[in-house]
């Protein structure tokens, strides 16, 4: 419940990525987002200007580093500089989608850890405080040398299915990683899970091996944390469906949506996706089987708990069905 004597010192913000997001959030927290002017000279450099004093303000920047991942990201970094050398009292960089999460580890030799440099990068442009969504490894949390708050997209997406009374409902992981993804959206739902059994040929590449569990005649909605390419998803949805299921849906936190996803999706099982909106999207990639659902009130009441210093975790506290 938002409560209108909250909101006394802090602004928000929004860069280029995702304004109606921020919008959403500000409308929710009846704040008008303070003024921020993000444009690019002729060689492309971004330039950031801050249109009203931040002097000792709580400042929350909302931006998601999706595509273009770079563009996004530099305007996130040069906002946050220019809030610390313009005497804010706190920065939090509100992120929906971390971008460059995927490169959390070397895989082999002589790779990078991209997801940490981004890490070591918002820190140093000065951000007190990072809140997210659906980290694709929740371990990117100890990145950080700075709190995390890394809020979760699946109660939302069990919310949803909950109000929907599917008989016979199996929740599948799309992986053996998204095992415990799965059981949490099984649990309150009192459904059983599924478990797809797979391996990559190739890089962007994935072969359905075997499913593990009863999903004969069952109703299926595969849970994944973002969908890039579709590949994955839409493999598992033609399998379980070959497999006899009776339905196949999917859901996912994020929709990154990259080269041929959609038109994978359009000719693929799944009958309805349901994705959250921490990446836009636009127009071109909508979809009379894409139905979305807001984050934004769990970022707004998010952000007037961080200002109001109360606890964050009571926010799906009691979020069982």
Known sequence: MMRNSLFANYKLFTCNSHPALA??????????????????????????????????????????????????????????????????????????????????????ARDPITAKLVADMLVAAGADRIVTMDLHAAQIQ?????????L??????????AKQNIED???VSPDHG????????????????????????????????NIIGDIEGKNCVILDDMIDGAGTITN???????????SVRACATHAVFSGKAIQRIQDSAIEELVILNTIPLPEEKKSDKIKVLSVGHVFAETLSRIHNNESISKIFEGNRF
């Not at 009192?190 to 359905?208: H, M």
């Not at 949805?237 to 299921?245: P, S, T, V």
């Open 142 to 150: 100890g990145y950080f040398t700075i709190p995390v708050d890394h």
């Open 236 to 246: 598992a949805a033609n399998a379980i469906r070959d497999l006899g299921a009776k």
């Open 23 to 108: 919008e959403e959030i500000a409308s929710i927290m009846r704040k008008p987002l303070s003024r921020l002017e993000v444009k690019k000279f002729a060689d492309g450099e971004t330039c950031v200007n801050l249109g009203e004093t931040v002097r000792g303000c709580d400042c929350f920047v909302i931006q998601s580093t999706c595509s273009p991942v770079n563009d996004n990201l530099m305007e996130l970094l040069i906002t946050i500089d220019a809030m610390k050398r313009a005497s804010a009292g706190r920065i939090c960089a509100v992120v929906p989608y971390y971008g460059y999460a995927r490169q959390d580890r070397k895989a082999k």
């Open 169 to 171: 409902l199996v929740i």
């Open 178 to 209: 998204s095992v415990p993804r799965a059981r949490n959206m099984a649990e309150p739902l009192e459904v059983p899970i599924a478990i797809v059994d797979k391996r990559r040929p190739r890089p962007g590449e994935s072969e359905i091996m």
């Open 152 to 161: 979760i997209g699946q109660p939302l997406l069990t919310e949803y299915y």
